[in-house]
Structure formats: structure tokens, C-alpha cells
């Protein structure tokens, strides 16, 4: 399965991006998906996940209030809304997926061991 995560760019301290993430070769809609950064320098970690129905989601505790992770089954897609970033929000940002996960707990379990991972998308925030 081969995820694809879009959306990073550059955004002044405060401001708002959207990443989406979507897999063109096969449907994500029986799987949890997962949200993931990477630091240099540093391992990927965890960011927030979501139920394969949507109705279950879990966040890192640095990103809750700010972040919102939904999914669009219909269109294949789960997003990472980013509002109030900062400057350490700046990373590279990965979707994961495994398909032994429907549920969230699934994903943080796995860690980084998930079996399938999108290219990242680079989020850049200026202060």
C-alpha cells in the first residue's frame, strides 16, 4: 500500500495548515491511520490517529487543542488540520498505516514498526 501525504509548506507562527494523505492503489477505509513527525536528527513520532469509521481518535499530548485528524472515506482521504502551529511544530510529516489496525491503540502499539508509510511532507513554520 503506498500512502501519499500532501499539503507542508511554509506558515508563519500562528497559522493553519492542512495535510492530507490518501492511498491511489487501495482504499483506507478499513484501516486506522496514523499522523507522524520527524525531527532531524531525531526518530518519527507520533502525532494522532484515527478509527478506520472515524469515530475514534487519539492525539499527542503537544498538538491536542490544535490539531484535528478526520477522514473521508469516501474519498479515500485522511486529513491533519494544523492550526496555531510553532515553530517546533516544523518537521517532516508522515501518514502510517498498518493493516492489522482498525483502531487507534493499534497504531500506537506499533510504534514505528507500521507497515506502510507515505513519502513526507515537509511543515515549516516561521517565528
Known amino acids: 500500500v503506498q500512502l501519499q501525504a500532501s499539503g507542508g509548506g511554509l506558515v508563519q507562527a500562528g497559522g493553519s495548515l492542512a495535510l492530507s494523505c490518501t492511498a491511489p492503489?487501495?482504499?483506507?477505509?478499513?484501516?486506522?491511520v496514523g499522523w507522524y513527525r520527524q525531527f532531524p536528527g531525531r526518530e518519527r513520532e507520533f502525532v494522532a490517529a484515527i478509527a478506520w469509521k472515524g469515530e475514534s481518535v487519539y492525539y499527542e499530548d503537544s498538538v491536542k487543542g490544535r490539531f484535528t485528524i478526520s477522514r473521508e472515506n469516501t474519498k479515500n482521504t485522511v486529513y491533519l488540520q494544523m492550526n496555531s502551529l510553532k515553530p517546533e511544530d516544523a518537521a517532516v510529516y508522515y501518514c502510517g498505516a498498518d493493516l492489522e489496525c482498525s483502531g487507534w491503540y493499534c497504531l500506537v502499539l506499533k510504534k514505528n514498526a507500521l507497515r506502510y508509510w507515505g513519502k513526507g511532507t515537509l511543515v515549516t513554520v516561521s517565528s
Open positions: 492503489e487501495r482504499t483506507l477505509s478499513s484501516y486506522a
